[in-house]
C-alpha cells in the first residue's frame, strides 16, 4: 500500500485582485499563482483555467505514480477516472455554491446537522434551532429589499451619469487573497 | 504615551525578555536563556516537528491530539505523540519537575497550544509588528516606519524552509510572504522622497520573493527619478513589462504605463 503522503497533492493558491480606472471605466483583473506543495513547482495564471490544468496535470502524476506498477490497459482505465472525477468536482464545485445563494435555509439546515453532531453544549451556545424557523417568506423579504435597493442605486448611477463627464484619470487598489491549502487525498 | 508606541516597545521589551524565543524565518533555531539549542538535543526529527507544528498552528487555539497526529503520522499512535511531546517539553523545560504542568505548551484535556504570552516566535513578532505598521499608517508615519523596520529585520528567509513540501506548514508561509511583500512594498513607499535608495533596495527585495509584484516595479520607477537616473528607471518598467509578459502574458497596469510616460517626458 502506497503511504498517505505519496497519496496526497496540496495546493496553495494566491489571488491578487487589482482593480482600476481606464478611459473612466472601472475595470479589475485576476492574477494568481498556484503552488503544489509536495513538489514545490508553482504556476502564475491571469486565466484560472491555467490554474486548473496545473492541478490536474499534477494530479495525473499522482495517479501515474501510485500506477506505475500495473499494465497499461489497468493504468489507463485508472487515469481516466481519475480525470472523470476531477471533471466532476470542477463542475459541480460551483453548482454547490450557487445552490447555497440559491437556498441558504437548506444549507443552514445542512449545517445544523453537522453542528449538532458535535453535542448538546454547542447547540446551547448557538440557538441554532431558531435559524430553522426562518421561512420562505423571509427570504422572500430580503430579496424584495435588496431588488428594491439595486433600483435605488441604479437611479443614483443615472443621475451620477447625467452630471459628470468621464475623466481620463488611473487609479489602482489591489487586494490579495490566499485560497486556504486545498488538499487531494487519494486513497487506495 | 502614544498606544501604539508602547505596544512597539513592549513587543521589542518581549523579544529581550523572553525565557524561549525561536527563530523560524530562513533557519529553525530555539534559544532557552539566550543559549542556542543543539540540534543533536531534539532527538528524533517528529519532535521538532510537532513544535513547529505548533507553532505553524499558535493562532488555532487548542489543538486537537488526533489532528496534530493526523497531520504528522501516517499511522501513528498515541505513544508516538506522547514520545514528541515528551521531547518537546524536554526540550522546553529540562529542569521541570515531574507530576508537574508543563509552561510553555498548555494542556487542556487532550488539547495542545503554545502560551504565546512566554514564548517569543520571530513569525509571531512579525506579524505583530505588521498590524502595528497598518495601524500607524497615514496617523503616526514615524511609528509605522519603526514597525515595518522591525517587521523587515525579522524576515531571513522563508518560513520553515526545510518543511516546504510539508502541507501543514504551507499556510503560514503563504502567509508570512504576503505580509512582507507587503512590508517592503509600503515602506518603500513611505522612504520615497526621504531615502530613494533605501526604497530601490526595499522594493528589489519584494521582487526577489516575487518577480511578478507590479507596485515594487512602479516604486523602484519613481525612486529612480527621485535620484535622476532615467535610464534606470526605464530600465526597471522594461523588466516588470518582460515578467509580466513571460508570467501572465499581459501587459502592466494603466499607472505603470502612465508613470512610464511621464518619464520619458521628462
Not at chain 2, 505553524?56 to 504528522?72: F, G, P, T, V
Amino acid at each position: 500500500m502506497a503511504k498517505k503522503a505519496d497519496q496526497t497533492a496540496s495546493f496553495m493558491v494566491r489571488f491578487n485582485q487589482i482593480i482600476f480606472e481606464e478611459d473612466g471605466e472601472s475595470k479589475v483583473q485576476w492574477r494568481g499563482k498556484v503552488s503544489h506543495v509536495q513538489g514545490g513547482d508553482d504556476k502564475s495564471f491571469s486565466d484560472f483555467k491555467e490554474a486548473v490544468a496545473f492541478i490536474q496535470s499534477k494530479l495525473a502524476d499522482l495517479t501515474l505514480e501510485a500506477t506505475k506498477h500495473e499494465t497499461p490497459e489497468v493504468q489507463d482505465s485508472l487515469l481516466k477516472k481519475s480525470f472523470s472525477l476531477w471533471k466532476t468536482i470542477s463542475k459541480e464545485g460551483p453548482k454547490v455554491i450557487l445552490e447555497t445563494i440559491k437556498d441558504p435555509r437548506k444549507q443552514v439546515a445542512n449545517i445544523q446537522d453537522q453542528i449538532s453532531y458535535l453535542g448538546e453544549d454547542l447547540m446551547d451556545k448557538v440557538h441554532i434551532d431558531q435559524w430553522r424557523n426562518a421561512s420562505r417568506s423571509d427570504f422572500n423579504t430580503i430579496k424584495d429589499s435588496i431588488s428594491a435597493l439595486a433600483d435605488e442605486v441604479k437611479k443614483l448611477n443615472a443621475k451620477v451619469d447625467a452630471i459628470s463627464t468621464p475623466a481620463k484619470t488611473t487609479k489602482t487598489t489591489k487586494t490579495t487573497k490566499t485560497a486556504k491549502t486545498t488538499r487531494a487525498t487519494k486513497k487506495k | 504615551m502614544n498606544p501604539l508606541s508602547d505596544r512597539l516597545i513592549e513587543l521589542k521589551q518581549f523579544q529581550k525578555d523572553a525565557i524561549i524565543r525561536i527563530q523560524t524565518l530562513g533557519q529553525f533555531h530555539l534559544w532557552i536563556h539566550n543559549e542556542k539549542i543543539d540540534s543533536k538535543k531534539w532527538g528524533r526529527d517528529k519532535t521538532v516537528q510537532l513544535l513547529q507544528y505548533l507553532i505553524s498552528n499558535r493562532q488555532r487555539h487548542a489543538l486537537h491530539k488526533e489532528k496534530i497526529m493526523d497531520h504528522l503520522w501516517e499511522d501513528g499512535d498515541d505513544r508516538d505523540f506522547k514520545v514528541a511531546l515528551h521531547g518537546v517539553n524536554k526540550v522546553l523545560e529540562p529542569e521541570r519537575p515531574s507530576r508537574t504542568e508543563p509552561s510553555y505548551v498548555i494542556r487542556q484535556g487532550i488539547s495542545y497550544q503554545l502560551d504565546l504570552e512566554k514564548v517569543w516566535i520571530d513569525v509571531e513578532a512579525l506579524e505583530q509588528y505588521i498590524i502595528i505598521g497598518n495601524e500607524a499608517f497615514g496617523e503616526n508615519q514615524a511609528i509605522a516606519k519603526e514597525a515595518y523596520k522591525e517587521a523587515i529585520a525579522l524576515y531571513r528567509g522563508v518560513y520553515l524552509p526545510n518543511r516546504v513540501f510539508e502541507d501543514w506548514s504551507s499556510e503560514e508561509r503563504e502567509k508570512i510572504q504576503i505580509l512582507i511583500l507587503g512590508a517592503y512594498v509600503i515602506l518603500a513607499e513611505i522612504l520615497l522622497n526621504e531615502n530613494p535608495l533605501e526604497s530601490i533596495r526595499l522594493a528589489q527585495c519584494a521582487i526577489a520573493i516575487d518577480n511578478t509584484w507590479e507596485d515594487a516595479y512602479r516604486l523602484q520607477m519613481q525612486a529612480y527619478i527621485k535620484k535622476g537616473n532615467r535610464p534606470q528607471a526605464i530600465k526597471a518598467y522594461q523588466k516588470c513589462a518582460d515578467v509580466l509578459e513571460k508570467e501572465y502574458g499581459i501587459e502592466p497596469l494603466p499607472a505603470t504605463k502612465n508613470l512610464l510616460k511621464e518619464i520619458e517626458n521628462i
